[in-house]
């Protein structure tokens, strides 16, 4: 098989309207004030026996000028051969320094292809472990405990019995707030607690010890990742597993140096940030040469399918954002969240194929 074109469809739309915040200091989520005009794009990899693949991005212009400079050099090659592929893209990133989520589009949009073309869901073709997956509620960060308490208690409702919070990188309220969590979810209920990358040593140190008496599963971020030694100091001296190395660029290769120093108890894996599925599955089976849990951060299609492909993950991250949105989980076209598991695909590709002739209407751009 080979790629006989590589496209971009620069799409145009006003931001969302709902708009949340993480904590105190970070940006709102979104592409701007509700309104505002945005531009997004989908990849399109085109083959000599008709099959498509694709991935999206926020990242509209972007992503249109690295089909034009770097992508189209690809044309001509199978996209069958993931692994050689992959390798490639990371040489171009060696002059390009790719924006860290559009690494692994390609990656993404040729596994789409390699699944259709062999007939299996992903997941199966990376080894397969098991489709159905628990899933926990992954808190957006609310103004007040009590906005907090109703929606945990709707996503209980819900059938979740793990939750995360993202709180307001305060300590003192963030510890009040954990022990409402506690006492809201009941001693049963796993919990974790994302910090954000917020704190110093000093700060993470104190606050984890409030975790490890509240019983949390993990204690996510509490520091930025350029700062590798004070993780591996922090997990010396807590008994609760430290989550790290989220956003960190460069893969496995970025992975083993964590593991080396010790810096992580547990590995942070997805395809957006480790380079699609290939970089994914990399980290993952790395983590597990250690003894250590590699959790997928995030939602999607291609996220769904890693979890359902590793051991060594325990939870799909279901954001929580409102009451309608919550209440709205269970019917979310191939990423239902019902009674707090979620479930796989097993239809070949990732995701819904997208619409080319609207796109190809809708586009204000196409490389």
Known sequence: MKITDIKCYVLEHSAAEIVYRWRDGLPVRGDGPPGTK???????????????????????????????????????????????????????????????????MLD??????????????????????????????STVTWDTLDEYERHIKEAMDEGFTAFKLHAWGRPKDDAILSRKLREWTGV????????????????????GRVLEDLGFLWYEEPIREFDIPSYAELCRSLDIPVLAAETSD??????????????????????????GITGAIKVAHLAESFGMRAQVHGGGHANLQICAAIPNNDYFEALIVDTDQIRGLKNQRGLNVVEGFITASETPG????????ELEKRAVRVV
């Open 38 to 104: 945005v531009q997004t794009a989908i990849l399109k990899v085109e083959t000599e026996e008709g099959i498509t693949g694709s991935a999206g991005s926020r990242h509209g212009q972007y992503v249109a000028s690295l089909v034009e400079r770097r992508l189209k050099y690809f044309i001509g090659l199978d996209p069958l051969l993931t692994e050689n592929l992959w390798h490639r893209i990371w040489e171009v990133d060696r002059v390009e320094e790719f924006q860290v989520h559009t690494i692994g």
């Open 350 to 357: 990732i995701g819904v194929q997208p619409d080319w002739a």
């Open 250 to 275: 460069g893969c496995h290769w970025n992975a083993a140096t964590w593991i080396q120093y010790r810096a992580l108890d547990m590995m942070r894996v997805s395809s957006a940030f480790k380079g």
């Open 188 to 207: 049963d209920a796993d919990l974790m607690f994302d910090g954000s990358a917020g704190w110093d040593y000093a700060t993470s140190l104190k606050f």
């Open 108 to 137: 993404l949009a040729c596994w789409d292809i390699k699944s259709q073309a062999a007939g299996m869901p992903v997941y199966k073709m990376l080894g397969g472990n098991n489709p159905k997956v628990p899933a926990y509620a």
